[in-house]
């Protein structure tokens, strides 16, 4: 038994104009504030209302990969006329990878053609975080995702069935400040208590919420995650409300 990664969930000051945002830089559908994948990615992304500004760097950013100069070029020119803009993470130019962020902040990289490590991925290559070693083991077991990179402390873990990778870098990981602007969404694949006791044996934590619909947990990292219970688990290839 494990979970399923049905949506990766944005805080967000406009839901609705985030949700437009990146429905036309991804060209995935949106349902009010859900977007719902049109490729292989196999999660959804929610915007969820949120009066909490953007004060530090997010754990986590996609990585959006290019089949050419010019693709990336074009990728690049479309997400600034849909709001986006060019941000300074102290990337170096033979890098070859451009760094932007959303309307609201929200960073993400659009990667430089041939990159190997994103070769056979889609559009969305990765969701790259910061994070340990152990923490890209607890989602491989939590996801039943296989490892596909585990090197000097830094973890990548992919789909069975394809998609983006997820990743890790290893130390130094940032300490956490706060409550993160960016969460899982996970909808268990067996009775939703023996899987909340599964993901507390892996080394989840549980958190304190008044939300009956989900419960609150943190990955080893700390970092925040929602295991949807009752009403609040939408059917599998449905779409969840915003």
């Known amino acids: 038994m494990t979970s399923q990664l049905f949506a990766v969930c944005f805080d967000a000051r406009s839901p609705l104009d985030q949700a437009a945002f990146w429905s036309g830089l991804l060209g995935w559908e949106a349902d009010g504030a859900t977007l719902s994948p049109s490729d292989d990615t196999g999660f959804r992304l ?3 209302p949120s009066d909490a500004p953007k004060t530090v760097p997010n754990r986590m950013h996609f990585d959006l990969t290019s089949t050419s100069l010019e693709d990336q070029r074009e990728t690049v ?3 600034l006329e849909l709001g986006g803009r060019h941000i300074d993470v102290g990337q170096r130019p033979e890098e070859g990878h451009v760094v932007l962020a959303d ?3 929200n ?3 659009v990667i430089a053609p ?5 070769a056979g991925c889609g559009f969305v290559g990765a969701l790259s975080c910061d994070g340990s070693q152990a923490v890209g083991y607890f989602w491989s077991a939590a996801l039943g995702w296989p490892l596909v990179w585990d090197q000097n402390q830094e973890t990548a873990i992919r789909s069975p069935h394809g998609g983006p990778k ?3 870098g290893g130390p130094p990981v940032n300490p956490k400040t706060g409550t993160g602007r960016v ?3 996970l909808l268990p694949e067996g009775p939703p208590a023996a899987e909340l006791d599964r993901l507390l044996t892996l080394g989840a934590t ?3 919420s008044s939300d009956t619909g989900r419960v609150a947990l943190a990955d080893p990292d700390g970092n925040e995650f929602c295991l949807l219970l009752g009403a609040a688990r939408p059917p599998l290839g449905g779409t969840a409300a915003a």
Not at 114 to 118: D, E, I, Q, Y
């Open 46 to 48: 929610r915007f969820r």
């Open 77 to 79: 020119a479309r997400a």
């Open 103 to 105: 309307p609201e902040g």
């Open 107 to 109: 960073e993400f990289c």
């Open 114 to 118: 041939g990159n190997k490590f994103l």
């Open 166 to 168: 997820l990743t890790w």
């Open 183 to 185: 969460h899982y969404d």
């Open 206 to 208: 549980r958190l304190d």
